[in-house]
């Protein structure tokens, strides 16, 4: 789509240059025919060095766009990028069926559906109900209970365990908000990737990135009714006890362990060998090899103390 | 059903009277061949201005019962409704099966189930596994992702997008008890209702009402895995973050911010603007416009200054 | 398989004497062609009386092991049952298929599977989507949701409800960990026993026993997204409201209501007629015909205490 014709469909003014956009994107991963947007301040050195053809940009910032970047100047470029987006999505049934292509030895149960040009590796077991969007990949090994969802686009390891009614790769929940209160969906154009001998148990919920992927890392374990939002990256050999939930785009080291019920606030960071005890809820980035607990979480031992303390003071 | 058979059947004396009874209903909404039943003294002057046919009623609150309406006195009028319930149960499945019309343009994948005398609008995209009960009504333009289940009699706007095995109207988690301990259900007779652009995230849960609606009214956004409650009512725009639960008849005005694993304890009402911050336990009734956190629910500045109290506590 | 072909599977030394071991178990209920393992101290008494074939064991607890029980002994014996789990794993899908036995006057949805060699007993109501697993008994008068899926081996009573999306018996969340921190899965060759009259809500999990039986009982009523993890059992006439969680091994007794999101530590006993109010977190034994709340749990009516001193404190 023209850049102009884009930005007449949102009722924003032409741009003096026009160009062909295919996409959006992020800052740092948009090419010269991508949108992209600056979510506040903190992105600015993302802006300096995007390569994005053009960039929604409050008048604030607009110095730092660089110059081979059409800037394309409002007061809420979240706003902006979101009603763009649905001109960028993509079709859930593709129009072109390509057949799935299933490996060797494989066990599919009637009632299962495989998407357009997906690909399941050899010896997979999907049992009745299961749907596999289009474009997934599967690799080898894998067991698939009934009625797991994976959604379009997502890319799965080997030896990897889905337990029943869990779901791969729904939208995360992204809106921009407009000034008389309503919520305008960001169409998330990202996707799932699961490595290898990750298992995910029955009805919890893997969201899509936006942009990029929500990436789980190899040896993973998910429990049941677990919440995995946007853009989170989770590291190897981590451990997510059922009910724990983890916001948008957090970002977990190697063997981390989020307790029952525990959480974390989205866009922060856990260090390796960090372990959250249950309800244990994180609000800010945190180093790793230690056990933490509580909301606002503290060392786990300092939690435990301050509960005996508590203790003490409903006596008096 | 006559109300003589009915008491009969469930080991309660036959009335003076005999009326046809066809439902049962609430005090407020009943009418003249519905039986109806008053749980509390709270709710007197509904019982005064009841134009039920019959009434299950405590001795006690005998002389508020309208001259027209059969008082059927005992001890548990709530433990009687719930054992009429069952009388009154809708079938799951219509012996007589009305094709179910769907409208233009719609991409209904295989393996979907559409059930007698549901409404599908134009444009639609129920995508695989997906299950339609009977008597539902879904609006123009909405996308229905795999293994969502909408139950029977559930209304549905345009633009709603509902995520993978996401549930609409299940029963309410309503049941009266006997003196021996067990549980008897009350059979849910309403639905849920549910206005446009409303998004419901991955395997939520939505319960129809005992009686009447369940109502998310429109441009609401729910995230993965909350929960709400039977006879909750949510007003616009709304935003519901992932594993927050509202307990049954909780009354939430407009833009309303639930926060990730917030919860209401029901029958309580939040202003419009409310925002509840991740985690919050909202107990009673609040104004709307002001930002809470913490269980039992305070400010949020009060809370983040008592979390700061505390920290300084632990360090004694 | 042979003893000694299984140990040098899992790269263990041979015994001196060598058996037939037809499956996994624990140390109680194991028999002479079974394999068992002893985790810890606590479990001392069962080794000594253990009628196990062949046990891992530390070489600490060695003396323990009963004369006519082969020790292996081996550092980590929770590992090495971990490892010689999977090779007593139960097919998912029979090689010979036994046709499922439907009763009488049974409303059985097209979409609907049900596997090999299960029993649906009289006038069950079983809608589109709902895979019964093989070797499933279901009692008389169920009514089983779209979309539940329920595993193999489950046992199911009478006048059973299991609302949309639920997913009774799948693995519990058990690993093994290895020294370089990779999580090894026990296989789960236990089942799930739900006895009459149970109902449970949509997308709820009840997870499977590592060895012997998740025990629901009779007139339980379980809300959604309710996570009962592996070998619970929960007693008769019990309330589990909604978002509430169970770890491995609870037990609760009779009548015990679990408020909303409340939650169990796993491995401890709940008395009969004991409450948790929402959000309480129980993490060791109580005794019953209690009210408690709080996390770390005390008496809800202390709790309530604590929190109205917390609020002066909070005004000094």
Same mark, same amino acid.
């Given at each position: 789509?023209?850049?102009?014709?884009?930005?007449?469909?949102?009722?924003?003014?032409?741009?003096?240059?026009?160009?062909?956009?295919?996409?959006?994107?992020?800052?740092?991963?948009?090419?010269?025919?991508?949108?992209?947007?600056?979510?506040?301040?903190?992105?600015?050195?993302?802006?300096?060095?995007?390569?994005?053809?053009?960039?929604?940009?409050?008048?604030?910032?607009?110095?730092?766009?660089?110059?081979?970047?059409?800037?394309?100047?409002?007061?809420?470029?979240?706003?902006?990028?979101?009603?763009?987006?649905?001109?960028?999505?993509?079709?859930?049934?593709?129009?072109?069926?390509?057949?799935?292509?299933?490996?060797?030895?494989?066990?599919?149960?009637?009632?299962?559906?495989?998407?357009?040009?997906?690909?399941?590796?050899?010896?997979?077991? $999907?049992?009745? !109900?299961?749907? *596999?969007?289009?474009? #997934?990949? /599967?690799?080898? +090994? @894998?067991? &698939?209970?009934? =009625?797991? %969802?994976?959604?379009?686009?997502?890319?799965?390891?080997?030896?990897?365990?889905?337990?029943?009614?869990?779901?791969?790769?729904?939208?995360?929940?992204?809106?921009?908000?407009?000034?008389?209160?309503?919520?305008?969906?960001?169409?998330?154009?990202?996707?799932?990737?699961?490595?290898?001998?990750?298992?995910?148990?029955?009805?919890?919920?893997?969201?899509?990135?936006?942009?990029?992927?929500?990436? $789980?890392?190899? !040896?993973?374990? *998910?429990?049941?009714? #677990?919440? /995995?939002?946007? +853009? @989170?990256? &989770?590291?190897? =050999?981590? %451990?997510?006890?059922?009910?724990?939930?983890?916001?948008?785009?957090?970002?977990?080291?190697?063997?981390?362990?989020?307790?029952?019920?525990?959480?974390?606030?989205?866009?922060?960071?856990?260090?390796?060998?960090?372990?959250?005890?249950?309800?244990?809820?994180?609000?800010?980035?945190?180093?790793?090899?230690?056990?933490?607990?509580?909301?606002?979480?503290?060392?786990?031992?300092?939690?435990?103390?301050?509960?005996?303390?508590?203790?003490?003071?409903?006596?008096?």
């Amino acid at each position: 789509m023209l850049l102009n014709e884009l930005l007449s469909n949102i009722a924003l003014n032409k741009s003096l240059n026009d160009i062909e956009i295919l996409n959006i994107n992020d800052l740092t991963h948009a090419n010269k025919n991508e949108l992209s947007y600056i979510d506040g301040e903190k992105h600015i050195d993302a802006l300096k060095n995007t390569n994005a053809g053009a960039v929604f940009v409050t008048e604030k910032l607009l110095d730092f766009v660089p110059k081979t970047t059409i800037a394309i100047i409002c007061d809420n470029p979240h706003l902006f990028i979101a009603y763009s987006s649905k001109y960028f999505k993509k079709d859930l049934i593709s129009k072109i069926k390509i057949p799935p292509v299933i490996g060797k030895d494989c066990s599919i149960e009637d009632k299962v559906s495989i998407g357009s040009n997906s690909i399941i590796a050899d010896n997979a077991v $999907i049992l009745s !109900g299961a749907v *596999i969007g289009e474009n #997934v990949t /599967i690799g080898k +090994n @894998c067991i &698939i209970y009934p =009625n797991v %969802i994976i959604y379009n686009d997502t890319i799965i390891g080997e030896d990897c365990i889905f337990h029943a009614g869990c779901v791969i790769g729904s939208d995360g929940f992204g809106y921009a908000h407009t000034k008389d209160g309503r919520h305008i969906k960001i169409h998330h154009n990202g996707n799932v990737i699961i490595e290898d001998d990750v298992e995910i148990g029955a009805n919890s919920t893997v969201d899509r990135a936006v942009f990029g992927s929500t990436i $789980i890392k190899k !040896g993973t374990k *998910i429990d049941n009714l #677990v919440q /995995i939002g946007h +853009n @989170c990256q &989770i590291g190897e =050999n981590s %451990i997510l006890v059922a009910q724990s939930g983890l916001a948008g785009s957090s970002e977990l080291g190697k063997n981390v362990i989020m307790g029952g019920q525990s959480a974390t606030a989205g866009h922060l960071k856990i260090g390796d060998f960090a372990t959250i005890a249950a309800r244990g809820g994180v609000s800010k980035s945190i180093e790793g090899g230690r056990v933490y607990g509580g909301f606002p979480l503290i060392l786990q031992k300092d939690w435990l103390r301050l509960q005996a303390k508590i203790l003490k003071f409903i006596k008096k």
